[in-house]
Each structure stands twice: as structure tokens, then as C-alpha cells.
């Protein structure tokens, strides 16, 4: 079994900076992509930001320039600073990891998601 564990998440004035961590734990044998993702009151949830192992990054348009995501490979650990903060980007963040895991001899590849974290960016 893998955890996400994700913090970081508040409120903050509308041209602000937040920084957000998400650390897995658990069963891990390697870490593919992880990745941002958010969801406003009554959207579907979208993509942020996503890297991988060798830091290849990719985000979505709306956050290019104001995000940066980042990981730390040794700590199983993603994290996402944002600045210029806007309305816009109150949402409830999500991290999620592809994570390989030796069970009973075999090794399978699963996605993990973290249980979200509030974004409130006051005008």
C-alpha cells in the first residue's frame, strides 16, 4: 500500500505565494510521474503540473510562469510553489504519483492519489 500525504495548502492574498508538498510512502519500489492536479467548486478536475523521474516537467497553460513544480527523488516528494496567486486558482490541489510496488514477487504499477488540500486566494 502507498500513501500521499499532502500539505501546505491556506489561504493567501490574491498576488501571493503558497508552496504545496506532497511525500509518498509505504510499499514504493520507483516513482514514474508525479503530478499537481485541481479541482474547483463545480468543475471537473484539471491538470497542473506534472514531472518525472528526470525532471521533464509540463504544465497547463493557465499556471505557466506563476508554477513551478519540483521533486525530490531521495524523499519520494513533489512539490508545487505558486506565485501570483489569483482567484482563479482556488481549488482544492490534488498530488498523485505512478508508483511501481513489488507484491507477492511481481511488480505492478499503480496510481496514487493524496487526499487534497484547500487553495483559498482572497482578492
Known amino acids: 500500500q502507498v500513501q500521499l500525504v499532502e500539505s501546505g495548502g491556506g489561504l493567501v492574498q490574491a498576488g501571493g505565494s503558497l508552496g504545496l508538498s506532497c511525500a509518498a510512502s509505504?510499499?514504493?519500489?520507483?516513482?514514474?510521474?508525479m503530478g499537481w492536479y485541481r479541482q474547483a467548486p463545480g468543475k471537473q478536475r484539471e491538470l497542473v503540473a506534472t514531472?518525472?523521474?528526470?525532471?521533464?516537467?509540463n504544465y497547463a497553460d493557465s499556471v505557466k510562469g506563476r508554477f513551478t513544480i519540483s521533486r525530490d527523488n531521495a524523499k519520494n516528494t513533489v512539490y508545487l510553489q505558486m506565485n501570483s496567486l489569483k482567484s482563479e486558482d482556488i481549488a482544492v490541489y490534488y498530488c498523485?504519483?505512478?508508483?511501481?510496488?513489488?507484491?507477492?514477487?511481481?511488480?505492478?504499477?499503480?496510481?496514487?492519489w493524496g487526499q487534497g488540500t484547500q487553495v483559498t486566494v482572497s482578492s
Open positions: 498523485n504519483a505512478e508508483v511501481s510496488s513489488y507484491t507477492a514477487g511481481y511488480l505492478a504499477t499503480y496510481l496514487y
Open positions: 514531472i518525472t523521474t528526470g525532471g521533464s516537467t
Open positions: 509505504g510499499n514504493i519500489f520507483s516513482i514514474n510521474v
